[in-house]
């Protein structure tokens, strides 16, 4: 996100998110930072995301960081899911869903896109819904502006970056004030998606 300035978004859209979840009584979080390695922030284990722990995980995030690895990001947070949905099933014999929201900039390396698609299948496998809320910025680091460019028997390529974008599941967000609105919509297109994966 450092090339894209949205840092500042990013923790207006963790703060709307948490409260959100915390008033749907969504359960348990965990909260990660990624771009060229992945932190665990805040674990599932360490109780509500508010007051002191929700400042504490803000001043640890850093937006200065010049890739973004989101393959790294879900090799960490599948397996993190996977152990506390068991300890979840474990605890209370019943089955739980699991949401996994990425807020990013969405400038991920393009090399890495089949892997990601692997990796997302793998999560959805697994009972994840992977919801990606792209903080989008004007101008030429807009997502919709960015052009890839590759070459093909010497000829010079662009296609539009969203075109195969590796997360069937994305919303361009440019005015953060429009999370809670966006995110319903988010769940709506993941829920879609989920029932026809399955029929």
Known sequence: MAKSGAGDSALTALAALSTAL????????????????VRILHEFHDGPFQGEAARRVA?????????????????????????????VQH???????????????????????????????????????????????????????????????????TTPYLEGYPFPCFVLLKDVAALPETLAHALKQWFEFYANSRS
């Open 22 to 37: 915390s008033q749907l009584d969504a359960g348990d979080m965990s909260i990660m930072a990624f771009g060229d390695d």
């Open 91 to 157: 605890r209370t014999n019943r089955a739980c869903l699991q949401l996994m929201i990425i807020v990013s900039d969405g400038h991920f390396d393009s090399g890495s896109r089949q892997q990601l698609m692997r990796l997302h299948r793998d999560a959805a496998d697994d009972g994840v819904a992977i919801i990606l809320i792209l903080l989008d910025q004007p101008g030429r680091n807009s997502l919709l502006e960015m052009k890839l460019v590759s070459f093909n028997v010497g000829q010079v390529q």
């Open 59 to 87: 001043s640890r995030f850093r937006f200065d960081r010049p890739i973004t690895n989101a393959v790294a990001l879900l090799k960490t947070a599948i397996p993190t899911l996977r152990n506390a949905r068991l300890a």
